[in-house]
């Protein structure tokens, strides 16, 4: 089975063509930048996930979706190739997008818009003491109530 789903922000405002068809198609063009789970020497990276949405759904991503904001896409991986005009064979990878939506309320978009704008970036928040390895410390002199000890 050929599906992805993804959740991260538009790098930049979606482009949309139509096909020089008889029945002109709408074919969006976006880039979602994807958070990965785990950090590379301590700072957060991304992958940059190209994406192509087709009809109605591109003209709906060209007037309401905008750089920086949240979104949600599922659809299925497509690799292709070309070759360049320095003959030059390149491969392709991107989504098709079969359903997208919003993944941040408006407000929030606004809010996180509003806030890089003005250039007030807050260093994260460290995480606790405890939080090592991503589990709680058990205080002492509680292994007797734990129901698996």
Do not use: H, W
């Not at 928040?125 to 405890?130: G, L």
């Amino acid at each position: 089975m050929n599906k992805v789903v993804l959740v991260g922000r538009l790098t930049r405002d979606p482009e949309v063509r139509y096909s020089q068809s008889d029945s002109a198609t709408a074919v969006g063009r976006y880039t979602v930048a994807v958070d990965r789970r785990f950090k590379r020497d301590g700072e957060a990276t991304a992958d940059f996930i190209p994406c192509v949405v087709f009809g109605r759904s591109a003209e709906f991503a060209e007037k309401y979706f905008r750089q920086g904001m949240r979104v949600s896409i599922s659809g299925r991986i497509q690799t292709g190739s070309y070759t360049n005009k320095d003959g030059i064979k390149v491969y392709t990878t991107e989504v098709i997008v079969e359903d997208q939506e919003f993944a941040e309320s408006k407000a929030e978009y606004e809010a996180g818009r509003n806030s890089y704008q003005q250039n007030s970036y807050q260093q994260p928040v460290p995480p606790a003491a405890d939080a090592g390895d991503g589990f709680m410390n058990i205080p002492d002199g509680i292994e007797e109530e734990l129901p698996f000890s």
